[in-house]
């Protein structure tokens, strides 16, 4: 498979693991808004911070599948270091039982800085 071709099939699984990563982050959201309309305000803190948390990851995991599939070996070889490095931080930061979205998303975005590394080469 050509180079190029390759950074194609890993910035689709980056874009894919960010928008699944972004998707569990309004899911919390969202589960935070509901514990906070049922009046368990206390309930509500440890969902808004994953929320905010899913969504920050989700835009740092999309921004660098952006830039590993851009021309040029050098961006694919740092988005895909940046990649398993963000990944696996936020695995051991949030832990591996937050959300089937979000383990999925970290997969595929994992897939793809493994992609990258090797692409770049």
Request: proline share 2%; no cysteine; hydrophobic share 65%.
């Amino acid at each position: 498979m050509e180079p190029s071709s390759d950074r194609r099939i890993a910035a689709l699984f980056g874009f894919l693991g960010a928008v699944l990563i972004g998707l569990e982050g309004l899911v919390d959201l969202v589960r935070s808004a509901i514990y906070l309309a049922v009046g368990s305000g206390v309930h509500a803190f440890l969902p808004f911070d994953q929320g905010v948390v899913f969504l920050f990851l989700g835009l740092i995991v999309g921004a660098f599948a952006f830039l590993g599939g851009m021309r040029g070996e050098g961006h694919a070889t740092m988005a895909g270091a940046v990649l398993l490095v963000v990944v696996v931080v936020g695995w051991f930061a949030l832990g591996l039982g937050s959300g089937l979205l979000a383990i999925l998303g970290a997969v595929l975005a994992l897939v793809a800085g493994v992609v990258f590394l090797v692409s770049g080469r």
